[in-house]
C-alpha cells in the first residue's frame, strides 16, 4: 500500500519552545513521534513530517489558546483540519506516565477517535483585538481597584487630623489626596500625604486608561456586532466578553445548545435508578456564564416584559435564584442567534406598529400566514427570530395596508 493512500492523523503537545509532535494511521498504529522548535520554520516542518505518512486528515493540538495558538493558525492557513485537545484524563497518565511523546500520542488518538471535535477560534480578526484589548482594560481595571482599597486602609490608620478631614467617596478621596503637597517625609503625617498622593495620581492615570480603552471597545463590538450590542442589557464590557467567548468563527458551535454548555448554563443530568433529576452546571466559561446573569439583572430591573415573567415565576413558588437561571437559558438562545446574524436590525416593533396601526388582529395574520398567533406575538416582541417568515410577514402586511 503506497503512502498516498494511508491516512494518518497527527497530535501536538504544545510548549513555550518546542512542540513534540506524534502520528497515528487510521487503525490507531503509532507510526512516529518527534519534536519541533514553536516556531515558524519549525511549523513548516511539523506539517511536512506529518504528511511524509500519508494523506494528512486531522490534527489534534492541545493549547490552541495559548502555546499552540501560532501552530494552529499556521495549519488552519495551509487548509489543514485542526481540531482543540484537552489534555489526557488523569486515569491515563496514571496508567502510562507523563511524558510529551505519549501526550502527543495522546492527542492524535483523540482526533483519529472523535473525542477531539471543538475548532479552535480564529485569532485573526476585530474579535481577537477585543481580547487583547479587554485584557489592558481589566488589568487596569483589577489595579485600580487595588490602589482605592490601599488608599482607604492608608486613611484609616492616617493620624486623626488627615483622616477626619477625607470625603467618603472614592473618586472625591482622590481628587483630594491628588492635590497634596506634603513636605517633610520624617514626618509620618507628611509622609502618609505622600503616599496617598501618589496612589491617587495612580488611581487617576487608570482611570484615564480605562476611558481610553472603553470608547475603542465601545466601537470595536458595535462593529463586530450591531445586533448584539443593541440588545437589552448587553453594554461594551458584555459585548466584548460573549464575542471572545464565541470567537469570531462562531459557525464552530453546533447548535445554540453547544453554547448553552460553553456558558454553563445547560442543566446537566444527574440520573439514577429510579431518580430523574438534573443538577447545576457550574463547568464552562465562568466570564460569559457573569455576562449572561448581567444580562438577565438589568431586565429583571429594567424591561417590562422580564418584570412579569419573574412575577408570574416566583407566584409558582420559584426563588429568585432559579428564575434568573431559566433566564440565563433564555438569554443564551437569543444571544447565540444574534452571534450568528450580526447585522440583524430588529423589526419587530415595527411590524407590530403597522399591524395595530391598520386594525388588524394576531388571528387574521395567523389564519392568512399559517402560524400560529403566538409565534407572530414573539417575533413583533424580539422574542423569536425568523428572517424568511419576517421577510413573508413585511410583504403580506405591504399588500393588506395598500389593498
Not at 120 to 140: G, M, N, Q, T
Not at 369 to 379: A, D, H, N, Q, Y
Given at each position: 500500500?503506497?503512502?498516498?493512500?494511508?491516512?494518518?492523523?497527527?497530535?501536538?503537545?504544545?510548549?513555550?519552545?518546542?512542540?513534540?509532535?506524534?502520528?497515528?494511521?487510521?487503525?490507531?498504529r503509532i507510526l512516529d513521534t518527534a519534536p519541533f522548535e514553536a516556531n515558524s520554520k519549525g511549523?513548516?516542518?511539523?506539517?511536512?513530517?506529518?504528511?511524509?505518512?500519508?494523506?494528512?486528515?486531522?490534527?489534534?493540538?492541545?493549547?490552541?489558546?495559548?502555546?499552540?495558538?501560532?501552530?494552529?493558525?499556521?495549519?488552519?492557513?495551509?487548509?489543514?483540519?485542526?481540531?482543540?485537545?484537552?489534555?489526557?484524563?488523569?486515569?491515563?497518565?496514571?496508567?502510562?506516565?507523563?511524558?510529551?511523546?505519549?501526550?502527543?500520542?495522546?492527542?492524535?488518538?483523540?482526533?483519529?477517535?472523535?473525542?477531539?471535535?471543538?475548532?479552535?477560534?480564529?485569532?485573526?480578526?476585530?474579535?481577537?483585538?477585543?481580547?487583547?484589548?479587554?485584557?489592558?482594560?481589566?488589568?487596569?481595571?483589577?489595579?485600580?481597584?487595588?490602589?482605592?482599597?490601599?488608599?482607604?486602609?492608608?486613611?484609616?490608620?492616617?493620624?486623626?487630623?488627615?483622616?477626619?478631614?477625607?470625603?467618603?467617596?472614592?473618586?472625591?478621596?482622590?481628587?483630594?489626596?491628588?492635590?497634596?503637597?506634603?513636605?517633610?517625609?520624617?514626618?509620618?503625617?507628611?509622609?502618609?500625604?505622600?503616599?496617598?498622593?501618589?496612589?491617587?495620581?495612580?488611581?487617576?492615570?487608570?482611570?484615564?486608561?480605562?476611558?481610553?480603552?472603553?470608547?475603542?471597545?465601545?466601537?470595536l463590538t458595535k462593529e463586530a456586532n450591531p445586533a448584539l450590542r443593541a440588545a437589552k442589557g448587553?453594554?461594551?464590557?458584555?459585548?466584548?466578553?460573549?464575542?471572545?467567548?464565541?470567537?469570531?468563527?462562531?459557525?464552530?458551535?453546533?447548535?445554540?445548545?453547544?453554547?448553552?454548555?460553553?456558558?454553563?448554563?445547560?442543566?446537566?443530568?444527574?440520573?439514577?435508578?429510579?431518580?430523574?433529576?438534573?443538577?447545576?452546571?457550574?463547568?464552562?466559561?465562568?466570564?460569559?456564564?457573569?455576562?449572561?446573569?448581567?444580562?438577565?439583572?438589568?431586565?429583571?430591573?429594567?424591561?417590562?416584559?422580564?418584570?412579569?415573567?419573574?412575577?408570574?415565576?416566583?407566584?409558582?413558588?420559584?426563588?429568585?435564584?432559579?428564575?434568573?437561571?431559566?433566564?440565563?437559558?433564555?438569554?443564551?438562545?437569543?444571544?447565540?442567534?444574534?452571534?450568528?446574524?450580526?447585522?440583524?436590525?430588529?423589526?419587530?416593533?415595527?411590524?407590530?406598529?403597522?399591524?395595530?396601526?391598520?386594525?388588524?388582529?394576531?388571528?387574521?395574520?395567523?389564519?392568512?400566514?399559517?402560524?400560529?398567533?403566538?409565534?407572530?406575538?414573539?417575533?413583533?416582541?424580539?422574542?423569536?427570530?425568523?428572517?424568511?417568515?419576517?421577510?413573508?410577514?413585511?410583504?403580506?402586511?405591504?399588500?393588506?395596508?395598500?389593498?
Amino acid at each position: 500500500m503506497s503512502k498516498e493512500s494511508v491516512t494518518v492523523f497527527g497530535g501536538v503537545d504544545t510548549h513555550k519552545d518546542v512542540h513534540v509532535a506524534a502520528v497515528v494511521d487510521e487503525r490507531g498504529r503509532i507510526l512516529d513521534t518527534a519534536p519541533f522548535e514553536a516556531n515558524s520554520k519549525g511549523y513548516e516542518a511539523l506539517q511536512k513530517w506529518l504528511e511524509r505518512f500519508g494523506t494528512l486528515a486531522k490534527v489534534g493540538v492541545e493549547g490552541t489558546g495559548s502555546y499552540g495558538a501560532g501552530l494552529a493558525r499556521y495549519l488552519q492557513d495551509h487548509d489543514v483540519e485542526v481540531v482543540e485537545v484537552n489534555r489526557p484524563n488523569r486515569q491515563m497518565r496514571h496508567q502510562r506516565g507523563k511524558s510529551d511523546p505519549v501526550d502527543a500520542e495522546a492527542a492524535a488518538r483523540a482526533a483519529l477517535n472523535g473525542e477531539a471535535t471543538v475548532v479552535p477560534k480564529s485569532h485573526d480578526d476585530s474579535v481577537e483585538s477585543i481580547r487583547v484589548l479587554r485584557i489592558a482594560f481589566c488589568s487596569a481595571r483589577d489595579t485600580r481597584t487595588r490602589l482605592a482599597l490601599q488608599i482607604r486602609d492608608l486613611i484609616v490608620t492616617a493620624p486623626a487630623a488627615l483622616r477626619e478631614s477625607m470625603p467618603l467617596r472614592t473618586k472625591e478621596r482622590v481628587v483630594h489626596c491628588a492635590g497634596f503637597r506634603p513636605k517633610d517625609p520624617r514626618d509620618p503625617l507628611e509622609s502618609t500625604r505622600l503616599a496617598l498622593k501618589t496612589l491617587s495620581r495612580r488611581y487617576q492615570d487608570l482611570s484615564e486608561e480605562m476611558a481610553e480603552l472603553t470608547k475603542v471597545l465601545d466601537q470595536l463590538t458595535k462593529e463586530a456586532n450591531p445586533a448584539l450590542r443593541a440588545a437589552k442589557g448587553v453594554g461594551v464590557d458584555v459585548a466584548a466578553i460573549l464575542l471572545v467567548a464565541a470567537g469570531s468563527n462562531c459557525q464552530r458551535l453546533r447548535n445554540e445548545s453547544a453554547f448553552a454548555s460553553m456558558c454553563g448554563v445547560s442543566p446537566i443530568l444527574a440520573s439514577s435508578g429510579q431518580t430523574n433529576r438534573h443538577r447545576l452546571n457550574r463547568s464552562g466559561n465562568r466570564q460569559a456564564n457573569n455576562a449572561l446573569w448581567r444580562i438577565a439583572t438589568v431586565r429583571m430591573t429594567c424591561d417590562e416584559e422580564t418584570k412579569t415573567y419573574l412575577a408570574r415565576r416566583t407566584g409558582e413558588g420559584k426563588t429568585k435564584r432559579d428564575v434568573t437561571r431559566c433566564l440565563k437559558r433564555h438569554i443564551v438562545r437569543e444571544v447565540f442567534w444574534l452571534l450568528q446574524n450580526p447585522a440583524y436590525e430588529e423589526v419587530g416593533p415595527q411590524l407590530r406598529a403597522t399591524r395595530t396601526s391598520a386594525h388588524i388582529s394576531l388571528q387574521a395574520v395567523s389564519d392568512d400566514l399559517g402560524v400560529w398567533p403566538t409565534k407572530i406575538s414573539r417575533i413583533e416582541r424580539g422574542l423569536e427570530h425568523d428572517p424568511e417568515f419576517v421577510e413573508r410577514y413585511e410583504a403580506w402586511l405591504v399588500n393588506r395596508t395598500t389593498a
